[in-house]
């Protein structure tokens, strides 16, 4: 049996000397600042050209309290403020859509939260900018890479974002560490994600969202990425941690601007 | 004891906590008017039925007591006595942030802990079994359910939860998928662990979010348990049911279930509803409440989005039982506009 995270003293001696071979970086602490980015939509209805949608209730108000008195820093934009340019690819407008800004904002943190309605693949702005209300993954959005390229995990407060049938052809566009979501619809009371990042710290990302974030019929899951192997997935799928700050350095090494999807690794848990 | 007596026990952390529940368990002679006759559980779609409006409270732990009952999940979790030296580290992290924590056990740290103050709930996870990817027995869901069932005993005889307040037969089932690929297109899944949940109930009614979760990794260890707790003030009546008592009552269901399955239906015309059944609901933010049950479902409105159609994030829907004319509660509650950050 291989326990990937079994004690302390078994993890170091097995996992830390595979992940520094593998060129990662365990810990980033002080070499930047632990910071965040969020772009949380509530307003749907009438805010032609975006489709009127049902609106809904705020998730990320005690998050960024949470994340700011632990010592992170970053921006909370809402509604009118909330744009899709901020998570749209800024290296290229012809490759990704006009106007993107992800390197100024989304890609530019280590973690960036969205929160609104989604499908897979696909997420929605509550309000127009410049006439653009929704982002779709590969097309649009290219986290930890490219423009910006400080992205190492990102938070999907929607519905059926990550499911893992999409992944392939969506999600996997990401050159993220982790990714957090859910496979189906689902509702978030309003303080669930702020007791999420309270929990990483003493804990591991991947046991807090699905110990946290199940529930009602709920399907959370954690996608995890590694450049170079399963085994390394599966490490960093067992160590990441916001709280802790483990894993929270960029994965490094993506696509350039233009490129397609380059050689990876994903591993992932999710409740069903 | 019973166990129709049984089921007028709340669930209880700790000796201290049963303590503390204890004299809302002693509220003397049953309040039943001789005409009213609660039933358990209540037949789907009758209309002229007795329930139960409990007084059910949250407690509110302090990080020592939060700690020392986590710590003794993870006591049944571990199958030994954790020192109460172990949990000081969920202590300090809760002293910081009440709502809610985690941390390891300092004298075993594959074990974590931990506690959320919203819900009242508390939990252990063992790192060596869940993060097991790699061991290649699996024994099933029926062996599962009996490692489940074993936890269900070994919280009970820690004390932490009486079995006879929760749905074991009825224990929600569902399973934790790992999957791998890469980018040239291999994927692969299988079956990681067997999660179970036991819902807390009052007379066949369960309690929203409170119950006990167990995770049976598919070696047939147990990789977590969780236990969400609510304190209800009843006593057993005549015939062994959990009878209100503080400031509960009785009330006469007069909605009958069709009604309601219609009116929400018409309240949400384009949405996908899932029928929860009756439920005790705290609502948000309130720790202790007089609660009627309510028929709740889960609603999901259709959105669009770049012309394609799917259900949107849900809220539950409960609909009082005896007021046709109610307004439902619903939860979460929309809350368009809210302030963020100024734009630069």
Known sequence: MRNLRSTGSSFATWAVPAALAAGCALWSGSAHAQSFYIDENTSYTNHPPCVNNPDLNTVTASLQTTMVNSGWVGSRFTDQNSWPQDFTEACSSTSYGPFGDDGAFADEHVLAVFAGHALPGLVAWGYPHDNVCTRDFKANIRLGQMSGAQAAAAMWLGCEVLSPTSLPTEGNYEWLRQQFGWVNSIGIDDDEPSEFFNDTAGSTNRDAWLNDMSGSGREPIVVTYDNYSENNCWIIHYAASLGDQQYTNPRGAGPSCGEGLISYWYCYEYET | MSPHLRRSLAIVGTLAALAAVAPGCESGPSEL????????????????????????????????????????????????????????????????????????????????????????????????????????????????????????????????????????AGAHRSRVMQGQGNSQGMQTERVKEYVFFAPRTINGVPIGEAGVRVSVHRSGKIASIRVAGAVVAASPDSSGLAAPTGQGHLLDRTVPESELDARVRADNPDAAVTPLGLLYWLPGNVRSAVVAPRQAYMVFPRVVIDGQTGPGRGHRALYAVDDATASPLLAPVPTPGGAGDPRP
């Open chain 2, 33 to 168: 008017a001789p005409s009213r006759t609660l039933v358990s559980p209540p037949p789907p779609g009758t209309a002229a039925t007795t329930l139960g409006a409990f007084e059910i409270t949250l407690p509110e732990r302090s990080a020592a007591e939060a700690a020392a009952l986590a710590g003794s999940v993870a006591g049944v979790l571990t199958h030994s006595v954790i020192a109460p030296s172990s949990v000081v580290g969920l202590e300090r992290a809760l002293t910081r942030s009440p709502h809610a924590a985690s941390a390891r056990l300092v004298d075993l740290s594959r074990i974590t802990i931990g506690h959320h103050q919203r819900v009242d709930s508390v939990w252990a996870i063992d790192e060596e079994v869940a993060h097991d990817v790699a061991t290649e027995t699996d024994v099933g869901v029926d062996a599962a359910a009996t490692e489940f069932n074993r936890a269900l005993a070994g919280l009970e005889s820690a004390r932490i939860v009486d079995s006879a307040t929760l749905d074991v």
